[in-house]
Structures are given as structure tokens and as C-alpha cells.
């Protein structure tokens, strides 16, 4: 059974990678200097995506070009490949090729629809968003299970471990903080999952819980002089390499595409749903003021242009929060465009050639290094997000 699945997986990674070669990007030019500031077409932003998402998905069993974290980036069910899932479901909403979508369904069967291995760990949660997105389409019950005993389970637990970031692992090889949302990561991990539980079953305990532990995340690590949120209570008084106050790209990256994860997982007239959009505004003014020139931002946010790489993860995980903003009107289209698209256009120049999706700093805790070559899975997870925004903005000025 093993060696079929493994045949099966070879045999769909090989039909993503036939498509690789008919979605040409070009080099900047004059017509990518227009680029900036004119909306893309449709079809070229699904065309970069798709060859993105092949290459990607042709990888995602054998990772050597990674480096680091190689093991975790092949594990499935855990937050590397989690966050790629959550892109590629947004993919897979909008483009007409079915490929993706049965992707997911034959990986998602491979592994029982099993969520990551540390019950409590919200880095282990995020799988589960393509668990109940191909349950919603599908209404299989292999697909729901999983995820709602992991959640029943930790409210029943109703920790109270403080938010404290404290040095030293627990058994599980976690900090003891991390039985809740003590890192800005775990706000896109966790709490859309919950909301969009909620929305399967009909059962709001899982909003409430949800709810109560983001506002405890966010009152803990926002700082309330930047309007920007600490990765973890580890960098309060730390600062960087420039004599900056440490404020990681990535890591608010994630609180901000967890927030319009969040409020896209709740109905319209809920009554949570102000609350989310409120703190959706407050963050897009704190960060649309730290875009470097090139479009991109840098990877410790109040570095500026002394960091002068245009990191790509944070950068799509920012451009999907804008063009989502946008298009739910909720900002002003005339102001935040030119910047979105100039973030737009540093994004695909970070697409190799061959569909790599480089300047992707690899897995840490705080602002380190970058290069072109470096990729992971979540940068394209983020790049995806940004992608599908960007695609529905297209079509809406047709």
C-alpha cells in the first residue's frame, strides 16, 4: 500500500510539472516597469501561480533544496506544509484545472486527514484548514473528524499556561507558553481553523474559544507605540542588528493574513466580525508605512532600507492582506493600488524561471538572512494567498 501511494504521488507531481513550461515569466523590462503601475491580467497572474504551485507541489516529498528544517518541511500535517495547504486551496477555488484540488483530496486520504503530532500545538492545527475546505466540498466525514476531536480535546483542556515566552522545552519539544497562542505565528494557524469549524458544524464554541484566546494573543504582544505585534514576549526589549526595535516581517505577516483568514472563516453579521475588521485597519496603517521603495518590506520591519533584500514571505503575506482589503472595500482602492502592485511585481519577479518562488527566508523566529535561492513552503503558501487576491482584483477591472 505504501509503494502505491508513493507511485501515486510521483505520478501527480509529474502532471503538475508538465505545465511548467507553457507559464513564461519575463524578465523586467519596459513592459514590467508598466507593470507597476497598471493592473496585471487575469490570466497572467493565474498563469504565474499555477507555475509557482506546480513546482512546489513537485517537491514536496524530498526538499533537499531547503537546507534547514529539511525533515520538517517534509512532514506531513505539520506547519511547513500546513501553510502551502492554506495557499493552494485558494488556488484551487479559482483555477479551472482540476488538478489541484485532487491533489489535496489524494494527499489528504494518504495520510487520514491526520493533523500534526502535538494535540495542543497551534503550528499543528493549520492543516486542518484544508481539511475542512475539502470537507465543506465534499462532506466527508474522514476529512472533519480529525480536526474537531483535536479541538474538543483542547477546550476541554482550557489551558491557562501564561503567554510568557520562557526559555526551556517541555516533553513535547514545545515551550510551555505554546499550549496557547504566545507567538504571533499561532493567530494564522489556529484561530481561522476554529472559526471555520464553527462554520462546518454549526457549534460556536469553537468561535468563543477561538475568539477569547486571539483578543489574550493580541493584548499580550501588540505594541501599542508601533501598532505592531512582537513575534513573542522574547523580543520586547530586543533590538537589531541596526539598533532597531525588533519587529519581524514574517511574524507579523502571519497575524495579518491569520486576521483576514479569521474574518473570511465568520459570517458576515457575526458579531465578532467588527472587532477583526477593526484590528485589520489598525494593522494596515502601522505597516503600509514600512514599505521599502522596491515594494517590499523589509524583514526586520523598522530596519528600512539598511535591509536591502526584498524578502518574500512577509511581502506576500502583506500585499494578500492589502488586495483583500480592497477588494472588500474595506481600503480605499485610489491610495493602497500603486502600492500593492508594486508589491505585486516584486513578487513575481521572485519566481525563478523555472517556478521557483525564491527570496523566502527559511524557518526562524526573527529577522536573519535571505538570498534569491531560498525557498520554502510556506513562502509560496503566502505567495499563493497574495496570487488569489490579486486574481479576483483582476477580474474586477475587466
Not at 475539502?134 to 483542556?157: C, G, M, S
Not at 501599542?224 to 519581524?248: A, C, M
Not at 533584500?309 to 492589502?322: I, K, Q, R, V, W
Amino acid at each position: 500500500m505504501k509503494g502505491l501511494k508513493k507511485l501515486a504521488i510521483a505520478m501527480l507531481a509529474g502532471a503538475a510539472l508538465a505545465g511548467v513550461a507553457s507559464c513564461g515569466v519575463t524578465q523586467k523590462s519596459s513592459e514590467a516597469v508598466a507593470a507597476e503601475t497598471s493592473t496585471p491580467e487575469p490570466q497572467s497572474v493565474m498563469d504565474v501561480m499555477e507555475k509557482a504551485a506546480n513546482w512546489q507541489i513537485a517537491r514536496t516529498q524530498y526538499m533537499p533544496h531547503v537546507g534547514r528544517a529539511q525533515k520538517g518541511s517534509e512532514a506531513y500535517g505539520r506547519w511547513i506544509q500546513g501553510a502551502f495547504y492554506v495557499g493552494l486551496v485558494e488556488l484551487a477555488e479559482r483555477s479551472p484545472n482540476p488538478f489541484y484540488e485532487t491533489w489535496m483530496g489524494y494527499v489528504g486520504n494518504a495520510h487520514n486527514w491526520k493533523m500534526g503530532k502535538v494535540k495542543y500545538f497551534a503550528d499543528d492545527h493549520v492543516i486542518g484548514q484544508m481539511n475542512l475546505w475539502y470537507y465543506n466540498r465534499h462532506k466527508n466525514k474522514e476529512a472533519l473528524t480529525p480536526v474537531k476531536e483535536t479541538f474538543d480535546w483542547l477546550i476541554e483542556q482550557n489551558p491557562t499556561n501564561s503567554l510568557e515566552f520562557i526559555a526551556g522545552r517541555n516533553e513535547d519539544r514545545v515551550h510551555n507558553c505554546q499550549w496557547r497562542w504566545c507567538w504571533a505565528d499561532a493567530l494564522f494557524m489556529g484561530p481561522p481553523t476554529l472559526f471555520a469549524l464553527s462554520q462546518a458544524t454549526g457549534d460556536e464554541k469553537y468561535t468563543e474559544y477561538a475568539h477569547k484566546e486571539f483578543q489574550a494573543t493580541i493584548d499580550f504582544l501588540m505594541d501599542p507605540k508601533t501598532g505592531l505585534v512582537f513575534r513573542d514576549s522574547r523580543y520586547f526589549d530586543k533590538k537589531g542588528k541596526y539598533g532597531e526595535q525588533i519587529f519581524w516581517s514574517r511574524g507579523l505577516g502571519w497575524v495579518y493574513a491569520g486576521v483576514v483568514n479569521s474574518i473570511e472563516a465568520l459570517p458576515e453579521n457575526h458579531k465578532y466580525r467588527p472587532y477583526y475588521e477593526d484590528l485589520f485597519l489598525k494593522l494596515t496603517t502601522a505597516i503600509i508605512k514600512l514599505q521599502k521603495q522596491d515594494g517590499s518590506w523589509p524583514m526586520s520591519l523598522l530596519a528600512g532600507v539598511k535591509d536591502k533584500y526584498p524578502e518574500s514571505s512577509g511581502t506576500a503575506f502583506y500585499t494578500y492582506g492589502l488586495t483583500w482589503g480592497v477588494n472588500q472595500g474595506l481600503l480605499d482602492k485610489q491610495e493602497y493600488l500603486p502600492k500593492i502592485l508594486k508589491a505585486w511585481n516584486i513578487l513575481t519577479s521572485s519566481v525563478h524561471p523555472d517556478g521557483k518562488f525564491g527570496w523566502v527566508q527559511g524557518v526562524n523566529d526573527k529577522p536573519d538572512v535571505v538570498a534569491y535561492e531560498d525557498s520554502q513552503l510556506y513562502g509560496v503558501g503566502a505567495f499563493l494567498l497574495a496570487g488569489s487576491q490579486m486574481y479576483d482584483l483582476a477580474n474586477k477591472a475587466k
